[in-house]
């Protein structure tokens, strides 16, 4: 069965650096988000992608945080300057391209971010 | 805005047996979608049921099923026959026909042999 990849699994940053977190997701989905979960909370969305644009972005995504889909198969979500508050697993998604999120996104395994 | 409840942060179960967990949310849209989602331990999120809110009758996927309260908005997932590969985390989460899902805060599940 298809799945949602994401590499790397852990990534270490320095404060002020930036990261790019990559993602594959399933091949004939359309739509692409990007959720967080930090340490003993909750998963919060931050992003949704669909037809080379944002769709909807929440509060959390400000101007440190842009995405991309460089290539027909990759989604990325990069961090332009890392926070120790950005330190969090970061989990990606994708979902059918009928009914979209509707019927349920598909998440990848997360990566691990830790701002040192 | 809308906001998912877990109230339980952990729940174990015998295995063999019907656990039920817990879910309760708050929105204001009339038309949104309902989710359970299980994630073992370093792995990633698996959908395990969905409901959508027009519908009254309770979406069924084998051993799970919920149990949908829309008055009360409560989700409930039953877990029946509980087996030891249903130890996980389980996120309730709802969606209102935009892209974003909102999650409650998780519930471990823990089966004993």
């Known amino acids: 069965e298809p799945e949602v990849t994401q590499t790397p699994s852990h990534q270490v940053t320095q404060m002020g650096q930036e990261v790019i977190l990559r993602c594959v997701p399933i091949s004939n989905h359309l739509y692409f988000y990007w959720y967080r979960q930090i340490l003993g909370q909750k998963v919060e969305f931050l992003v949704s992608f669909y037809n080379n644009e944002i769709s909807e972005k929440s509060e959390i995504f400000d101007d440190q945080f842009s995405v991309e889909r460089p290539d027909g198969s990759n989604f990325t979500l990069k961090i332009r300057s890392t926070k120790l508050e950005d330190s969090a697993m970061y989990f990606c998604a994708s979902s059918r391209p009928d009914r979209g999120s509707i019927m349920g996104q598909y998440f990848g395994p997360g990566t691990r971010l830790t701002v040192t | 805005a809308q906001t998912v409840t877990q109230s339980q942060p952990e729940m174990s179960v015998q295995e063999a047996e019907t656990v039920t967990l817990s879910c309760t949310y708050d929105?204001?849209?009339?038309?949104?979608?309902l989710f359970w989602y299980k994630q073992p331990p370093s792995r990633q999120m698996i959908l395990v049921i969905r409901q959508e809110a027009y519908k009254q009758q309770n979406a069924t996927e084998n051993r799970f099923s919920v149990n949908f309260q829309k008055a009360a908005k409560s989700f409930s997932l039953k877990i029946s026959d509980s087996q030891l590969g249903d130890a996980a985390m389980y996120f309730c989460a709802c969606n209102n026909a935009g892209n974003m899902l909102t999650f409650g805060g998780g519930t471990r599940l823990m089966v004993k042999p």
């Open positions: 929105t204001s849209e009339s038309d949104y979608y």
